[in-house]
């Protein structure tokens, strides 16, 4: 119980922390939204315009910094995120909540096969140390997860899209389609994920290949393997239940960040295949100078992440008893 209240209380000085420095980065910069959205009229608004332009944006000149910075957390604590200005008059919140899905969906099941899968194989790699597999399979993996994600994604759309015509080209799903709760269409979505998902998964799959091995080499090498071993237990039981159970905790974290990042999409393969998720539309934000939408967004990125850990931190705990006595 301990060890949970101070992970909690972490938690929630973290998410202030975020909370105060999101809500401080904008007004320490020179003007406001509405003045952001008139410089794109090259400034040939006139002044009553500019007011009802800050009216819809929430921007209140005159306020205090104490009484917008209270403002701002019961906002943000009710979802009132502020008004786009690239999607006007949109809600953030609802701006986002039309990108999320395609984000969470691509990139999260990318990022869980990445990991299930590099860690499999790095434990098994591991167990057979200085084999055939432990001298094709990381180099292999490594390699290729130091190409650049656009590249692999482009080479990707060159080869399946263009060339063998297997897979869609870009978007999140056919142009000619008609959004419906369908077999027909989520196939169509399918289809169009297939790529980009394999992309992150390629390139992604390396690196926990090669964490897993290296703790499973130190792991191996202790005295209850050892002694699990010579009490005749099956190898399979011994690799996974003992060896692998205890080299995969220090790679929660990593995985929890991971699925933290998820949140923010993968702003480079979004980009290459013009998928519509959070990654696309972020880029799409820095170019279009929507400062309210870029301010959810990293918000929103920042309170994954610290999430993620936390429900790192606890399942850690919960598989390593080790860690709530020594904290």
Known sequence: MRYLVRRVGFLLVSLWAALTVNFLIPRLMPGNPAEAMMAKF???VNPSALKALEVAFGVNTHESLAAAYVAYIGN?????????????????????LRALPWSLGLVGVATVLGFV??????????????????????????VISAFPYFWVGLLFIWLFALTLNWFPLLGGYSETASPALTWGFVGDIAMHAVLPAFTILITSIGGWILTM?????????????????????????????????????????????????????AILVEYVFNYPGVGFMLLQAVQSEDYPLMQSLFLLITMAVLVAIFLSDIATAILDPRTRSST
């Open 42 to 44: 090259h400034g040939h």
């Open 76 to 96: 943000t604590l009710h979802g009132n995120l502020g008004i786009s200005t690239s999607y006007f008059p949109l809600p953030v919140r609802t701006v986002i």
């Open 117 to 142: 899968i590099g860690t499999a194989i790095g434990a098994i790699v591991a167990w057979r140390r200085g084999g055939v597999l432990d001298a094709v399979v990381p180099p292999t993996f490594i």
């Open 213 to 265: 091995r290296n703790n499973m080499i130190t792991v191996i090498a202790e005295d209850y393997v050892k002694m699990a071993r010579a009490k005749g237990l099956k190898e399979r039981r011994i690799l996974w239940h003992y060896a692998g159970r205890n080299a995969l905790l220090p790679n929660l974290t990593g995985f929890a960040m991971s699925l933290g990042f998820v949140i923010s999409g």
